[in-house]
C-alpha cells in the first residue's frame, strides 16, 4: 500500500466546498492551477468541471496586490464584513450609476454584476441600510427613513468614485 491520496469521487457540493475553500485559502490565477490544487487533494476534476464550478459559486477574477489577478468568490457569510477599502475596489470597479428617491437607491452595474456589489455592500454594515434586493445589472437599496436616501446615495457614489 502506498501513501499517496486515491483519487477522490466528491459530489458536486462537496467539491464545491472544497474549490471555495481553496480559493480564499491562497490565490489561484487560473482554472489550470485549480484542477492541480484539487488534484493535490485527491479529487479528480476536468477544467470544464472547474469552469462549472466556479460559474456556480459566483466565483470572479479579482486584482491582487502587485497586480496580478486571482480568483475571488463574494459571497462571504453574512457576519463577515468587508473592510471599507475591499467596498471601495468593489464599487469602482463594477458601479456605472447611482440614483435616488426618497429612502431608495438605485445602483446599476454591468450586466451580471450586481450580485458583486448587493454581496459586498450587505457585508459592508453601513449604517442606515435597511436591505438591498439584486438584479441582472440593478440593486434597489432600502434606506432608513431617518437617513435618507440622498445621504446614502452620496455615501456610495463617493466609494464608486462618481
Known amino acids: 500500500m ?38 493535490s487533494e485527491g479529487v479528480v476534476a476536468t477544467q470544464a468541471t472547474v469552469s462549472r464550478d466556479l460559474e456556480d459559486l459566483g466565483a470572479i477574477k479579482v486584482r491582487m496586490p502587485g497586480g496580478e489577478s486571482a480568483y475571488a468568490i463574494p459571497a462571504l457569510p453574512k457576519e463577515q464584513r468587508a473592510p471599507e477599502d475591499h467596498l471601495r475596489r468593489v464599487f469602482g470597479d463594477w458601479v456605472v450609476e447611482v440614483a ?3 429612502n431608495l437607491v438605485v445602483i446599476r452595474t454591468p ?9 459586498a455592500l450587505d457585508r459592508s454594515g453601513l449604517a442606515g441600510i435597511l436591505g438591498t434586493v439584486a438584479g441582472d ?3 434597489l437599496i432600502v434606506v432608513a427613513s431617518d437617513v435618507g436616501g440622498a445621504t446614502i446615495a452620496a455615501q456610495l457614489s463617493d466609494l464608486a468614485g462618481l
Open 137 to 139: 445589472d440593478t440593486i
Open 2 to 39: 502506498t501513501d499517496t491520496k486515491e483519487p477522490s469521487k466528491l459530489g458536486k457540493t462537496q467539491r464545491q466546498h472544497l474549490v471555495a475553500r481553496l480559493i480564499e485559502s491562497q490565490a489561484i490565477a487560473n482554472q489550470q492551477a485549480l484542477v492541480d490544487l484539487l488534484s
Open 100 to 102: 435616488t428617491s426618497d
Open 111 to 119: 450586466p451580471g454584476s450586481a450580485h458583486v456589489v448587493a454581496s
